[in-house]
């Protein structure tokens, strides 16, 4: 930049505040993959409903976690961690494989939508009973609700809601 560049770029700048900190939300414990996002082309080709393994999310065990879709803000997963919304409907998952849990989460979700629900509850189980004692379905529902767009935001349940064998999910209301 010569001195005539500098000086018009610092006049223009002159008025210039620094943007307040965002509001970000960090979740410990939770490291997501990033994965392609999709044309309207390739949307309309395919069923929203469709859910797959391809997101990588790792839980440590014993860690709570969320998710928020971006540009949600924060004060709406707060509110869905302290219970703001009242739990309209719920769907326990114990015994089923991954498969059927993958399909019937999907089966769950849409009814959800069409009876205009808001918060739902899905029961993962804390794997007590697979084998190593951990939870197979957890980080799965995690991976096939950050799929969904009319997933705004997920957490885990309070103790008396489930806690960590519970995730408490926060639907988008179609007008």
């Given at each position: 930049?010569?001195?005539?560049?500098?000086?018009?770029?610092?006049?223009?700048?002159?008025?210039?505040?620094?943007?307040?900190a965002s509001d970000k939300?960090?979740?410990?414990?939770?490291?997501?993959?990033?994965?392609?996002?999709?044309?309207?082309?390739?949307?309309?080709?395919?069923?929203?409903?469709?859910?797959?393994?391809?997101?990588?999310?790792?839980?440590?065990?014993?860690?709570?976690?969320?998710?928020?879709?971006?540009?949600?803000?924060?004060?709406?997963?707060?509110?869905?961690?302290?219970?703001?919304?009242?739990?309209?409907?719920?769907?326990?998952?114990?015994?089923?494989?991954?498969?059927?849990?993958?399909?019937?989460?999907?089966?769950?979700?849409?009814?959800?939508?069409?009876?205009?629900?808001?918060?739902?509850?899905?029961?993962?189980?804390?794997?007590?009973?697979?084998?190593?004692?951990?939870?197979?379905?957890?980080?799965r529902v995690g991976n096939?609700?950050?799929?969904?767009?009319?997933?705004?935001?997920?957490?885990?349940?309070?103790?008396?809601?489930?806690?960590?064998?519970?995730?408490?999910?926060?639907?988008?209301?179609?007008?």
């Open positions: 930049m010569d001195e005539d560049e500098l000086s018009l770029f610092q006049a223009a700048m002159r008025d210039v505040a620094p943007l307040p939300i960090v979740s410990r414990g939770i490291k997501v993959s990033p994965f392609p996002r999709k044309n309207k082309s390739e949307e309309n080709a395919t069923s929203e409903n469709v859910l797959t393994d391809n997101i990588v999310v790792e839980i440590e065990a014993g860690d709570e976690w969320s998710f928020v879709q971006p540009g949600m803000p924060h004060q709406t997963l707060r509110r869905l961690r302290r219970g703001y919304w009242r739990i309209q409907d719920d769907l326990d998952l114990h015994g089923y494989t991954r498969d059927e849990a993958r399909q019937a989460l999907s089966v769950f979700l849409d009814i959800c939508a069409q009876q205009k629900f808001r918060c739902v509850r899905v029961i993962h189980g804390k794997g007590l009973s697979s084998k190593n004692r951990e939870p197979v379905l957890k980080t096939w609700l950050m799929q969904r767009t009319d997933v705004l935001a997920f957490c885990q349940a309070r103790p008396e809601d489930g806690g960590g064998g519970a995730i408490l999910i926060l639907l988008k209301t179609k007008v």
